[in-house]
């Protein structure tokens, strides 16, 4: 292989690499998120429907109390019973920049 096409293509698969690495951190992010969201709820005894703020959840997320964006992705709680979700700020992976992740 050619030094010029064997560089292409190692560039090539860090970028897949790199998307990858942040999509899987989005979703490690939204992981804790959901697990903090039902901690709480169960805690304070919320019902499918209550409304959760990032707020009421930082003391479930860690010495931080917040979600480190890894791509400048906007975390959005929803209500108890409806998993969280980040929006994209730029796109990421074949989504566009203001759609939104959700757990698989």
Request: proline share 8%; charged share 25%; no cysteine.
């Given at each position: 292989?050619?030094?010029?096409?064997?560089?292409?293509?190692?560039?090539?698969?860090?970028?897949?690499?790199?998307?990858?690495?942040?999509?899987?951190?989005?979703?490690n992010?939204?992981?804790?998120?959901?697990?903090?969201?039902?901690?709480?709820?169960?805690?304070?005894?919320?019902?499918?429907?209550?409304?959760?703020?990032m707020?009421?959840?930082?003391?479930?997320?860690?010495?931080?109390?917040?979600?480190?964006?890894?791509?400048?992705?906007?975390?959005l709680?929803?209500?108890?019973?409806?998993?969280?979700?980040?929006?994209?700020?730029?796109?990421?992976?074949?989504q566009?920049?203001?759609?939104?992740i959700?757990?698989?």
């Amino acid at each position: 292989m050619e030094p010029a096409k064997s560089r292409r293509g190692a560039v090539f698969a860090a970028t897949q690499a790199d998307r990858s690495n942040t999509n899987n951190a989005i979703l490690n992010n939204l992981r804790q998120l959901d697990a903090a969201k039902q901690q709480w709820a169960i805690e304070k005894r919320k019902q499918n429907g209550d409304a959760a703020t990032m707020d009421d959840l930082k003391p479930y997320l860690g010495p931080k109390g917040i979600i480190e964006p890894v791509a400048g992705e906007e975390y959005l709680v929803h209500p108890v019973g409806t998993p969280p979700t980040a929006r994209l700020a730029q796109d990421l992976g074949g989504q566009k920049a203001g759609s939104e992740i959700s757990l698989p």
